[in-house]
């Protein structure tokens, strides 16, 4: 055998074996991460399952219509307007309707949609005896440019009476649209592995997070400026309707006992009283919460049911007095 064919087929052989155990190494993940308690793995779930790339390209993705998907062992349902929850009852004029804009908290990840805010809230109307429409328009990987822009160019046949921007500390960051590479989209292998080496390249803690949220909220930062532009736009564009517009002020969930974050809290009241809304605090009612009191579950740091209870009992006495 010629010493050519030898190394050919030497080489053959290993890059037989590499596919062998990446296979392998694949089909032992699936089967571990079918308990779907691996955090990373079911938001990946989530983007094949119930996202698709959008024609709009500021938003990178929208929610798939009329689908439904099992994601860490929670039902999520979408309706035909993309919204979480059930069909939309458009023959509603003159009565009350409130529009929940915001991300993957608002959307509820990881928490069940009766007890969701937007369906807790609902039901606290129902209650009353009071009939009003509460909806949820929140998607994962969404910001304040992006949520604003969907509902202008999406929502507005909704036609909603009140607007609930339900802002997290992450919705004046600048997202990019990027749809992944082939392994990212299709290999739990991959999207484990990549993961591994943003949490290294990273560094983190709570000190990288505060540092990350300086840098956001630098009045000079792109991301900054697109999320007052958004908000002007949602001003005018609710001026114009009639529409009432409140911000609940969201808080981010890792340290509730000694809040790094409090002055970006008071920048978005401010931001919030000069365009006229009605600004909500929901810090104080999730201060002095732990993690294992409030997280969806560990190393997912989206608030649970009780979270979300918190978060109905702030807001609803604001939109029961309007």
Known sequence: MSRGREYFL????????????????EGVLRLKNS???NYDIEMWRYAKELKTPSDIEVLGHEHLPSREATLQNTQIRINAEGLRGAPVDLDRHGK????????SITL????PESETVTS????????????VQVLNAGIGNYNAERYVERFL???????????????????AETLEAGGGNFL??????AVTLWQAYQVMRGGGGESGLEAHYRAVYDPNARGYREM????????DYAAAHKIRVHLAMQPDVHNLTNYPFKYIHERLAEISRARNFRYVDLLPAFEGQTPQKIWAMAGDPHPNAFGHKLMADAIYPVLKSE
Not at 153 to 165: A, F, G, K, S, Y
Not at 228 to 235: E, M, P, V
């Open 10 to 25: 030497q080489f053959l052989l290993a890059a037989v074996s590499l596919v062998v155990c990446l296979a392998a190494a």
């Open 35 to 37: 308990s779907q308690q």
């Open 96 to 103: 009350r309707r409130i529009l929940f804009l915001g991300s």
């Open 108 to 111: 509820g990840w990881g928490v």
């Open 120 to 131: 807790r809230l609902q039901a606290m109307f129902k209650r009353d005896g009071e009939d």
């Open 153 to 171: 160019r999406r929502l507005t046949q909704l036609q909603p009476t009140d607007i609930v921007i339900h802002y997290f500390l992450r919705d």
């Open 184 to 189: 990212l989209r299709h290999s739990e292998l």
């Open 228 to 235: 007052l532009a958004s908000l002007d736009r949602l001003k």
